[in-house]
């Protein structure tokens, strides 16, 4: 009963952010990517992998990913997995800067038209530090309080002409989860 209520929580969450929100700074994405990984962890299982544009992501393995503990720094695996993101493009308050971390939800299911199965771990809205920039691939990279990184798109190259380096921003964002995972080689561990 209580996942039902955090899962209702957590849509009528989205679709209030769905109504103030402009439409090219919030997205849902499922990606599918080719890349290396640089760094595991075990017990919160999750991956931090780098993909062949300089992308980055930090995702979560759910239990259903068969093999995980095979899985070390340096494999190249195949993955794809599923983040929603809003982000304001704005400096944090000193309630934000004070709590760079706020959980909103716990879970909930995947729009209708993203594959079946799909999941987010946890909506939170975070404190994060851009860390890459990419005019060619149109995108940013993003580090959260907790480490994590996520490579963001952007449609308005004026905007992303404005972004800088460590610069602090406010967003909002699905955990990203992995849906699918396959290890592609064995790296030189």
């Known amino acids: 009963m209580k996942?039902?209520?955090?899962i209702t929580t957590l849509f009528v969450f989205m679709l209030c952010i769905s109504?103030?929100?402009q439409e090219d700074r919030e997205?849902?994405?499922t990606e599918e990517i080719t890349g290396i990984v640089i760094s595991v962890n075990k017990e919160t299982r999750e991956i931090t992998v780098t993909g062949p544009k300089g992308n980055m992501?930090?995702?979560?393995?759910g239990e259903d990913v068969e093999r995980f503990n095979e899985i070390g720094d340096g494999d190249?695996?195949?993955?794809?997995?599923l983040t929603f993101i809003k982000a304001e493009f704005r400096a944090p308050n000193e309630e934000e800067l004070a709590e760079p971390l706020v959980v909103m939800a716990e879970a909930a299911k995947a729009p209708a038209d993203t594959p079946p199965g799909a999941a987010i771990g946890a909506m939170v809205k975070a404190v994060v530090k851009i860390v890459g920039l990419n005019s060619q691939f149109m995108t940013a990279i993003v580090q959260g309080p907790r480490g994590n990184y996520l490579t963001v798109p952007v449609n308005d190259m004026s905007l992303l002409e404005e972004l800088r380096i460590n610069q602090v921003l406010i967003m909002t964002y699905g955990e990203a989860i992995a849906?699918?995972?396959e290890k592609v080689t064995l790296g030189n561990n």
Request: proline share 0%; no cysteine; charged share 15%.
């Open 57 to 61: 992501v930090t995702f979560t393995a």
């Open 76 to 81: 190249i695996i195949k993955f794809q997995y």
């Open 19 to 21: 109504a103030i929100a």
């Open 179 to 181: 849906l699918s995972l």
């Open 27 to 29: 997205r849902w994405l």
């Open 3 to 6: 996942r039902k209520t955090l």
